[in-house]
């Protein structure tokens, strides 16, 4: 499968609103194992984006084929599944991805090593194994090259580079997308939903907590 749609990007008023909402949720991606020289540092900012007028100090960091590479491997994480559970893509984990790494702050710079370094990774062991990018892999290639890094506790130590690295991008994919309301809604989270009654808690989450009467 060849992908060779072009990239149709997110706002970076929207993107930079959902990174900051998903900053809790990706927390577990952050990986300090997977490192290598020659990925350029991302510079200073000076001031935090401006939401109201749409500024943002800092440049977005992916090239076009990183985001290629980026779709590719996330649709295969969170592939279509129906329409209550589209892709990765669909949903745009992408653009949330690279809007990710490009923020200046701690733990965005220090994933921003993890995935440039993996991505280019990734493409070697295409090139190594296949002798084309992995973008341009079949289904069957592709996958090939993620069952042996899906694991990194399995993972050889000719793909424990790789296997750090999927394991951030991994945690990054499903902290964008289970924070987008397809994501919500697809693990049934109703969230913060204006009810126009509230009959306590279910009596079984009661029981569970030792709790038997009023105040709860």
């Known amino acids: 499968m060849k992908t060779t749609d072009p990239i149709q990007r997110m706002s970076r008023r929207d993107a930079i609103q959902w990174m900051l909402a998903a900053t809790g949720a990706v927390s577990f991606a952050h ?6 020289k020659g990925v350029p540092a991302a510079k200073g900012y000076g001031l935090d984006p401006n939401l109201l007028e749409g500024t943002v100090p800092w440049s977005r960091t992916m090239s076009e084929a990183q985001l290629l590479l980026t779709t590719r491997l996330a649709d295969i994480i969170l592939p279509h599944v129906d329409n209550r559970s589209p892709s990765a893509s669909a949903v ?17 710079t220090r994933d921003r090593k993890t995935i440039l370094s993996g991505l280019t990774w990734m493409d070697a062991e295409s090139q190594r194994r296949f002798s084309k990018l992995f973008v341009d892999l079949s289904p069957a290639e592709a996958e090939a090259i993620c ?13 424990l580079s790789g296997a750090r690295f999927f394991t951030t991008f991994r945690g990054l994919v499903l902290g964008g997308y289970y924070t987008t309301s397809v994501g919500m809604k697809d693990v049934g989270y109703v969230g913060n939903v204006p009810l126009a009654t509230f009959d306590g808690p279910p009596p079984e989450v009661l029981k569970r907590l030792g709790i ?5």
């Open 31 to 36: 990986n300090r194992g997977f490192a290598q």
């Open 92 to 108: 745009r984990v992408p653009d949330f991805i690279d809007e990710w790494i490009s923020a200046p702050y701690p733990d965005q």
């Open 147 to 159: 069952d042996d890094i899906c694991h990194q506790a399995k993972a050889s130590p000719a793909h």
């Open 212 to 216: 038997e009467k009023q105040p709860w």
